[in-house]
């Protein structure tokens, strides 16, 4: 754009800055990996493996739907707020069966997810103000729907959900491999992913060549928060209590994270869906191995903020190319 | 047909430049109006609002904020955000426990406003000279500014007191009726309206946000200015945490989750645009006191628990954004 990009990123082109921004997040992963085999006791093992694929479910699930908003050049930080309002809705209405419940949640959902994306395509308010405030007003109004309570959920159905298994894989995880093929599919395969992609790579040249540009953005936002809804069912039904006033509480930090880690561009135009999964596991392994060394939260927050500086500034020639 | 055309032109274009001006009036001064409005209306409602004490507690609760969103203005103007001030907030107050425990108010005041100035440097450095996201260089920084918070009071255990007595005084002090943060904020708008309106930077940073490009072009510091900003920033929420901290006598490493939403929310309210380029101090000042206005109304009706207050600070954001680009349209046309 200016002199001076061009002069600050030119030397910098070389093959193996490809190659780190092309497979860096599986990189690290297997690095990752790899020190853990040698230097964490009882990490390689079945149980520590499902004990991480279960924790990592929620903020992947989230992460999908932030994918794809940011594909659009958007943000979303009302998934939290979203989740919040699943885990106060759903003690209130668990008396009429799990599946209808589920129903009304996503339901719940798709109508924040419909006011963001009014506010972003229609009346034009940048994503990040219009997110913010359902952020703000989402958990308050979850807060104000449960009396800012704390209610135990036991009914069986839900409870399975959380802690349920089919032939040793957990039901959650089932859902959330279920939903990552589900968007990956609707990505790469389908004339919505494309027309997407299209909005988040220009919105004038969609525009100009005729998309419905502000009906791609609305369902964007409502899929977005449809699929926070579901992470707040999967979150709700692992702790086996609604707890509206801190569930998804930052989760959306960690959605965003996972998807720019997954080379995903904040610029939009593009969507990396086995990217983003791949962030969120890489986050997750690395919580777990700083929990596991007895490191303080204090380091892995600050551990965290690097990665996200190291994976962004990786992207950044490509990004700058675009 | 030009001479059919003109004379309709004439009235057209009048009514249009009235409109346009209206439309200018109202995003800048939209949060003071509501605020007047909001003022009038709850005096009426609530015999203990219009109180001289009420008043006292509602300009000390707004000093603190004030004075991060002073920083965030000007971020915001050059097109940028910093989601780094809350952590930072409470990493000035934590450091200035610390510096004042050994060194006084001199230790007090310098420890806290250099490391969160240097917060600051680095995030600017990021944003200007390496080019990345203002959003993601942020967030990384509220990350890890919390952190270290943590880091520094054994994960947030730990809450270090102040008991210098000349940092105590700065802090709970009172001047002209009112807390000394009040006094440091409002100058902190008048200086900072100064610099924006009056000096060669401050309308640089006007411009940087206006268009980067056409900066670049007119050969303004582009860079330098985008640094800057982010410092001030840092500071500017270093200061606030640092002041608070002393006003309650203790840094507590939770305090400020969440600042920078509200923040944000005050700046945007205030008539500042989120794209840059466009906005005031006094739209900021504004912005914060509808915000604790809001809030102690709320708590006025007692009834009423904590949430009816995020619902109506959420739902009042969306309708002034709402305003606000409609306001802007009609501006642009």
């Known amino acids: 754009m200016t002199q001076g990009t061009l002069t600050f990123s030119l030397p910098r082109r070389g093959a193996a800055l490809a190659v780190l921004q092309r497979y860096g997040v599986y990189i690290a992963i297997a690095v990752l990996l790899l020190y853990n085999l040698f230097f964490t006791p009882n990490f390689f093992a079945l149980d520590n493996f499902r004990t991480q694929f279960v924790q990592v479910v929620p903020v992947l699930i989230v992460a999908l739907g932030m994918a794809l908003v940011i594909g659009t050049e958007g943000i979303d930080l009302s998934v939290g707020g979203v989740m919040a309002l699943a885990a106060a809705v759903i003690p209130l209405y668990i008396g009429y069966g799990l599946i209808p419940v589920v129903i009304l949640v996503i339901l719940v959902g798709a109508f924040i997810g419909l006011v963001n994306g009014s506010l972003v395509a229609l009346v034009g308010v940048q994503p990040i103000v219009a997110t913010l405030s359902l952020m703000v007003a989402g958990r308050g109004l979850a807060l104000l729907i449960a009396n800012g309570q704390l209610k135990s959920v036991t009914d069986p159905g839900i409870l399975a959900v959380g802690r349920g298994d089919l032939a040793g894989v957990p039901f959650s995880v089932i859902i959330a491999v279920i939903l990552v093929f589900g968007v990956a599919l609707l990505v790469n395969r389908t004339t919505f992913g494309k027309q997407l992609m299209a909005v988040g790579g220009s919105r004038r040249a969609a525009e100009l060549s005729g998309l419905p540009v502000k009906r791609i953005l609305l369902l964007t936002y409502v899929l977005c928060s449809s699929l926070a809804a579901v992470a707040g069912v999967i979150g709700t039904a692992r702790l086996g209590a609604s707890v509206p006033s801190t569930l998804g509480n930052l989760i959306e930090l960690s959605a965003i994270t996972a998807v720019v880690v997954g080379g995903t561009p904040l610029t939009g135009g593009q969507v990396r869906v086995i990217g983003t999964v791949a962030g969120a596991l890489l986050l997750q392994f690395i919580s777990a191995t700083l929990i596991k060394h007895n490191v303080p939260d204090a380091y892995s927050q600050i551990t965290q903020a690097v990665i996200i500086l190291l994976a962004v500034y990786i992207q950044r020639g490509r990004t700058a190319t675009k | 047909m030009s001479i059919a055309v003109e004379p309709s032109a004439g009235p057209t274009t009048v009514t249009q430049a009235r409109r346009e001006r209206l439309a200018g009036v109202l995003q800048g001064y939209g949060a003071a109006i509501v605020l007047v409005l909001l003022a009038v209306v709850g005096s009426v409602a609530f015999p203990t609002f219009p109180t001289l004490s009420n008043f006292t507690n509602i300009v000390t609760q707004s000093s603190f904020p004030l004075i991060v969103a002073i920083g965030m203005t000007f971020v915001i103007l050059t097109g940028g955000i910093d989601l780094s001030v ?5 990493l000035g107050g934590v450091l200035a426990a610390y510096g004042s425990s050994w060194g006084g108010i001199v230790g007090g005041l310098l420890l806290p406003l250099v490391v969160c100035g240097t917060v600051g440097v680095v995030q600017g450095f990021l944003v200007a000279y390496a080019k990345m996201a203002p959003f993601i260089v942020t967030l990384a920084g509220l ?39 009040v006094v440091i904020a409002i100058v902190g708008v008048i200086v900072g309206t100064v610099l924006l309106t009056r000096s060669r930077g401050g309308q640089s940073v006007l411009a940087v946000g206006g268009s980067e490009s056409a900066s670049t072009y007119m050969g303004l510091p582009v860079a330098r200015v985008k640094f800057s900003v982010y410092v001030i920033s840092g500071l500017c929420a270093g200061l606030a945490g640092t002041l608070n901290a002393a006003y309650s006598s203790s840094g507590v490493p939770t305090v400020g989750v969440g600042l920078e939403l509200s923040a944000i929310s005050a700046v945007v309210i205030g008539g500042t645009l989120l794209v840059g380029g466009r906005g005031s101090l006094i739209g900021t000042l504004a912005g914060v006191l509808l915000l604790s206005v809001i809030q102690n109304l709320i708590n006025q009706v007692g009834s009423l628990s904590s949430s009816v207050q995020s619902v109506v600070s959420g739902v009042f954001l969306a309708i002034v954004v709402i305003f606000q680009t409609v306001l802007s349209r009609t501006q642009r046309l």
């Open chain 2, 86 to 90: 809350g952590s930072v907030f409470a």
């Open chain 2, 143 to 181: 990350l890890a500014v919390r952190g270290l918070v943590l880091a520094v009071t054994s994960g947030g255990s730990n809450t270090p007191l102040i008991t210098d007595p000349a940092l105590q005084a700065l802090g709970q002090s009172h001047v002209a009726g009112v807390n000394s943060s």
